[in-house]
T-cell receptor, first 110, second 112 residues
Framework: LAKTTQPISMDSYEGQEVNITCSHNNIATNDYITWYQQFPSQGPRFIIQGYKTKVTNEVASLFIPADRKSSTLSLPRVSLSDTAVYYCLLGRAGSYQLTFGKGTKLSVIP | ETGVTQSPTHLIKTRGQQVTLRCSSQSGHNTVSWYQQALGQGPQFIFQYYREEENGRGNFPPRFSGLQFPNYSSELNVNALELDDSALYLC???????????FGPGTRLTVL
């Protein structure tokens, strides 16, 4: 699976929209893009997954450009409880594992 | 619907000992994966079990072994514990493939 690169940390004020960009220049045709959220001393939690264009669910949006070499996780109007580490991963149909990097530590400031 | 549960929550062992960690998968899920997460790092894939067979393995030595039972629950066994084995061990269940995996709260293992 191709490697992903994302910022180590980000700060945001409460109520703002946060965009976390992930780079995956060597993404393969059958790779999906998946984002997980993790709070301290808890297991990661699935946020959203997409293949191309835009995906939206009740907590986030995922924007994927046509070349799929990057993706952006968008969190609308963050609150203090959104302070967590966010991981961008690539998954492949038929593959059995998730490959996590170090993630982006998001700190939401009052 | 019951989520993924793990036991014990915390565990302290000494170097050279053996440990068994347990995981109950979410109802209906037939695939269980185990991950090791060192402090400040992302989770690292250990192995996955599907229908009681090991279905893939990460870069971990043979002293890390596992089992999956007919009810899809699973065990992770680590022999000859080393100090570097101190970590949060996470279990995740799913239907397999690239879709969503549901993680348990983890077991914090400390090796002294």
């Amino acid at each position: 699976l191709a490697k992903t690169t994302q910022p180590i940390s980000m700060d945001s004020y409460e109520g703002q929209e946060v965009n976390i960009t992930c780079s995956h220049n060597n993404i393969a045709t059958n790779d999906y893009i998946t984002w997980y959220q993790q709070f301290p001393s808890q297991g990661p939690r699935f946020i959203i997954q997409g293949y191309k264009t835009k995906v939206t669910n009740e907590v986030a949006s995922l924007f994927i450009p046509a070349d799929r070499k990057s993706s952006t996780l968008s969190l609308p109007r963050v609150s203090l409880s959104d302070t967590a580490v966010y991981y961008c991963l690539l998954g492949r149909a038929g593959s059995y594992q998730l490959t996590f990097g170090k993630g982006t530590k998001l700190s939401v400031i009052p | 619907e019951t989520g993924v549960t793990q036991s014990p929550t915390h565990l302290i062992k000494t170097r050279g000992q053996q440990v068994t960690l347990r995981c109950s998968s979410q109802s209906g899920h037939n695939t269980v994966s185990w991950y090791q997460q060192a402090l400040g790092q992302g989770p690292q894939f250990i192995f996955q079990y599907y229908r009681e067979e090991e279905n893939g393995r990460g870069n971990f030595p043979p002293r890390f072994s596992g089992l999956q039972f007919p009810n899809y629950s699973s065990e992770l066994n680590v022999n000859a514990l080393e100090l570097d084995d101190s970590a949060l061990y996470l279990c995740a269940s799913s239907f397999g493939g690239p879709g969503e995996q549901f993680f348990g709260p983890g077991t914090r293992l400390t090796v002294l």
